[in-house]
């Protein structure tokens, strides 16, 4: 038997496409057993991402059933009631209408955690309704805080945060019903709604801008992007680099550091240098730019300046972290980051 953590729990698995096998995938990297159930023409991201499902599936039993059978729904409904925990994406009422529904599951299954996750809930007034990540950030103010100073907003960042974000709710709540199952006996429904996760996250921007009376979405977004000394910047070579110097210690290094022009500008303190952030930024890219980037790395790194070069997703098997850290692995020759935590 497996020495990891979750060893001998067995996980019942109905989703599909990103948040609950991201979830499921890393319930597997901790120990527990994840049997698949996946529609007649397989899992949606087999055909949108195949790679993508590669390393979201790594070591699940995968099993295509149909389910409006009912001779195999009742097949599938045993295997439920073995299980410790069911995972589930579909929308509300579907898992009822296939005989797989909670209350029944619990009837026979008491100590079941059956997670049920989703994009708007199982309640309310969008319980019904399909959607993506880029719906459940533009319902959860995200979007709204999205593109850059003086841009519209945009698409987020180029990956799924909603979902990602979803999943590991759906994970520490799962892992939370897992001791109380240990201890009561009883399990529970997890009723995970993707867009509730998201706008939990959004709790400290709401706490600023209420205490700071940044009342329009115009002040709000000023805050969020003009920054003084915090940005993203491309150097003489071409390269990007990231920095961070928004405490008053790290600023005063910075700019000891790297030839900025700041005359007549009032840099004292944050809050002074927030005044003034178009400008003092302007001046901290026109010094990067005149620099290559190692060499802006090696300055403000010996002066303990929070600054990273920018890695490209093909970079990130081989940067020097990640080869450091031990953080890859790979199945079917796709390489992909493992669980970022090890459990001893």
Request: a neutral charge.
């Amino acid at each position: 038997m497996s020495g990891k953590p979750l060893a001998g729990v067995h996980v019942l698995d109905f989703s599909e496409l990103a948040p609950g096998p991201f979830m499921t995938q890393c319930l597997v990297e901790m120990g527990a057993s994840v049997t698949k159930i996946e529609r007649p023409q397989g899992d949606q991201a087999r055909t949108l991402q195949p790679g993508g499902f590669k390393v979201l599936n790594v070591g699940k039993d995968c099993r295509r059933v149909d389910l409006k059978d009912a001779a195999t729904s009742e097949q599938v409904f045993q295997l439920a009631v073995e299980s410790g925990i069911l995972v589930e994406g579909f929308r509300p009422g579907v898992m009822t209408r296939l005989g797989l529904g909670y209350d029944r599951l619990r009837a026979a299954n008491p100590a079941l955690i059956y997670v049920s996750i989703t994009g708007f809930g199982q309640s309310g007034p969008f319980a019904a309704r399909g959607g993506h990540d880029i719906n459940y950030m533009a319902m959860a103010g995200v979007t709204a805080l999205s593109g850059g100073a003086g841009q519209p907003p945009k698409d987020a960042i180029g990956l799924p945060i909603s979902d990602f974000c979803g999943s590991l709710y759906a994970l520490s709540t799962t892992l939370a019903a897992l001791l109380q199952v240990r201890a009561t006996g009883q399990g529970q429904h997890l009723d995970v709604s993707i867009v509730d996760c998201l706008t939990h996250w959004m709790n400290p921007r709401l706490g600023h801008f209420q205490q700071a009376r940044l009342e329009t979405l115009e002040q709000q977004r000023q805050d969020v992007f003009n920054k003084p000394g915090y940005g993203v910047f491309a150097t003489a070579d071409e390269t990007f680099v990231a920095i961070a110097s928004l405490e008053d210690a790290f600023w005063q290094r910075l700019i000891k550091a790297l030839p900025i022009a700041l005359d007549g500008i009032d840099h004292s303190t944050h809050a002074r240098r927030s005044e003034h952030a178009l400008a003092i930024n302007a001046q901290l890219a026109a010094a990067i730019r005149s620099l290559p980037a190692d060499e802006v790395i090696q300055r403000l790194t010996a002066v303990d300046v929070p600054v990273s070069k920018m890695v490209s997703p093909s970079e990130l098997p081989t940067s020097a972290h990640a080869v450091a850290r031990d953080l890859f692995t790979a199945v079917d020759g796709i390489k992909y980051a493992r669980f970022p935590v090890k459990l001893t």
